[in-house]
Each structure stands twice: as structure tokens, then as C-alpha cells.
């Protein structure tokens, strides 16, 4: 009898200690910085369907969908955000410095740029990428095989070029590499004809299509020679901004998953479907550990969408870039998005 009194006692103190912890969860250093100015500083890079200032000025695009949907936890508001254009070298300087609170898409997520050696860390993978080729549909390529003995433009001094040459190497295919100072020039010599394909990856090769006098005469190859997984990243050293952001990603994809849309979320909140009630806070407290509101992923879906509608309106058939969802898709629906258990 004793033993199990002090059972109860101890589960007690500890269901006690439980629930204080999550009453005192405080705002992280990172978090409160953004409470206390009023508003989210995002940094993006410059990228068709991406991130790009519209013609009022005002920024559009995959990524920043991603920071609107931030700005929408922690705010309630979307808009509470300003966008910092960065270049490549200066992504980095900008995270360390404070200058901004995430980097929405830094580039391919690989061990040199992740942990101690940079001082960042990434949040999840927003994006999954890979190096393809760009063709003229008139040739009937059916994938990079087709390729051997022709010529290809690729950015000199890249990743690319070597990836390319280990492609053929590979597979004791001949091919001519025609190099080019940036990926523009190298856009600009195949649309004119210089090379039969052109390679880097394949965002890339959708926005260079988009910009095209004739977009619809060329395709881009099934064919992906790299893994380049882009996300958000953060400063080290504050773990509740980092499981803020995890959880803003995985949400989206959740949502998706779970079919709320923008326009369906508000009926969803009336739904009896357990997961539902609990993942759009209705019952338990989503906030919990994360010093956000209880039903934070209501207010995201609700004002920026899940996953599905930001990559169709930023990135899909619907918009300039045209991309299907291919490994961008759901585990269920043949892609490989899959986001953790919300309990």
C-alpha cells in the first residue's frame, strides 16, 4: 500500500510539473526578437516562381509563401513580413549577422552546409530537386541517354558541369560540353541554338523555359542526375525556432494530406474526425513547447494554404514555370512529402 501511495504521489508531482512547464513555455531569443519589432524578416534569393518582386514591388513566390506562412503562426497575419532580396555569398553573413531571421530557400541541403561548420541548420525540405536537361521537343528525347554524342551549355565552374561529366563518364557515352560564365549566358546560347541540351537544375530550367520566346517548344528531361533537397534554414543555437519552422513545413504538408485548403479549414473546425480537431487545435494544445497559439495551424492554412496550393499557385501547371509535382508529391500519391505524426 505504501509503494503504490507513493506511486500516485510521484505521478502526481511529475502531471504537475508537466503542466507548469507547458503554462512557463517562454519565447526563444529568436522569437521574441520577432514579437518585440512586430514583424518577420525573411531572406530569399532572387528565382523565378521562387521568389521575385511582382510590378508593384511586392515579393511573390514558392519561398515566400513559406515566410508568409511563419508570419501567419506567430501572427496571425501573413503580411507581417519583410523580405531581404539576397544574393548567394550573402545568404549566409545575413543569417549570422541577424539581419534576418530565416533564409526561406538557401540552396541544396548537403553536410558542408548544414551544422557546425556553417553555424545553420535546416529546418526540413521545402523542395526536391535535381540536376535534368533541357531539350527542344521537336528532337523527341525520351530521356539523357538520347543525349550521346551531342552538345550541351552548362554554367562553367559548377556543380554542374562536373555532374555532367561523371553522367557520360559513367556510362562511356562521348558528348561536348560547351561552358559559359553564368547560367544565363549559358540559357541564352542554347535558346539560340549554339547547344542541343542545357543542364543545371531543374527549378532552374523551368524558370530559363518560362522566360523563352517559344516556352512550349522544349521539355525538360525525366532524367535527374543529382539530389538537391532545398528548405528553410536558421541560426543554430535556438531549437524553438528551429521546431517552429519544421512544424510550419510539416503542417503544410499535413494539410494537404488531410485535404484542408484555405477555403475548406473553417467548416474543418466543426469536423469530428479526431486527427483533424487535434491537428487544427480544436482539442490539445498545438502551441505547446513552441510558445505559439493553440490552433497556429488553423491560422496558417487558413491564410496562405497547405502545400499542394502554394506549389501550384508559385510553381505548378498553372503558372508560368509549369512544373508537375513528380517527388514533390505526397507519399500517397507516388512523391515522397511525408510529415511526422502531429502527437
Known amino acids: 500500500m505504501a509503494r503504490r501511495a507513493l506511486l500516485v504521489v510521484l505521478a502526481t508531482l511529475l ?8 503554462a512557463q513555455t517562454e519565447p526563444g531569443p529568436t522569437l521574441a526578437q520577432v514579437l518585440k519589432r512586430g514583424y518577420l524578416s525573411c531572406g530569399v534569393t532572387d528565382a523565378p516562381g521562387f521568389a521575385q518582386p511582382d510590378g508593384t514591388g511586392n515579393w511573390r513566390g514558392f519561398d515566400v509563401d513559406f515566410c508568409r506562412a511563419v508570419a501567419a503562426a506567430i501572427f496571425d497575419d ?11 555569398r550573402e545568404r549566409g553573413p545575413a543569417l549570422q549577422s541577424g539581419w534576418v531571421d530565416l533564409i526561406a530557400g538557401a540552396g541544396p541541403w548537403t553536410q558542408s552546409r548544414d551544422g557546425a561548420q556553417q553555424h ?8 526536391f530537386d535535381g540536376q535534368s536537361f533541357l531539350v527542344r521537343r521537336q528532337r ?5 541517354q538520347d543525349l550521346s554524342g551531342l552538345s550541351v551549355c552548362v554554367q562553367q565552374g559548377t556543380s554542374y558541369e562536373l555532374e555532367l561529366a561523371d553522367f557520360f563518364r559513367m556510362r562511356k557515352t562521348p ?3 560547351k561552358l559559359f560564365p553564368s547560367f544565363e549566358e549559358a540559357a541564352r546560347a542554347y535558346e539560340g541554338g549554339q547547344c ?18 517559344s516556352p512550349t517548344e522544349h521539355d525538360i528531361l525525366p532524367d535527374l542526375l543529382t539530389k538537391a533537397p532545398h528548405g528553410p534554414v536558421v541560426r543554430q543555437g535556438d531549437d524553438q525556432w528551429l521546431m517552429i519552422l519544421r512544424w510550419a513545413l510539416f503542417a503544410l504538408i499535413d494539410a494537404e494530406e488531410l485535404d484542408l485548403s484555405g477555403a475548406k479549414v473553417d467548416a474543418a473546425l466543426k469536423a469530428e474526425a479526431p486527427r483533424i480537431r487535434y491537428f487544427l487545435g480544436v482539442e490539445g494544445d498545438r502551441g505547446a513547447g513552441l510558445a505559439l497559439a493553440g490552433d497556429w495551424p488553423y491560422r496558417v492554412i487558413k491564410h496562405v494554404g497547405n502545400y499542394a496550393e502554394i506549389f501550384e499557385r508559385n510553381l505548378g501547371q498553372g503558372s508560368p514555370l509549369g512544373m508537375d509535382r513528380r517527388v514533390n508529391a505526397l507519399w500517397s500519391k507516388g512523391g515522397v512529402l511525408y510529415a511526422p505524426p502531429v502527437r
Open 175 to 177: 558528348y561536348e560540353s
Open 196 to 213: 542541343d541540351a542545357l543542364t543545371a537544375d531543374a527549378a532552374m530550367l523551368h524558370g530559363a523555359r518560362a522566360k523563352f520566346q
Open 15 to 22: 502531471a504537475v510539473a508537466g503542466q507548469g512547464a507547458v
Open 78 to 88: 501573413p503580411d507581417k513580413v519583410r523580405y531581404l532580396g539576397l544574393g548567394v
Open 140 to 144: 523527341s528525347f525520351a530521356s539523357a
Open 120 to 127: 545553420v541548420l535546416f529546418a526540413g525540405v521545402s523542395f
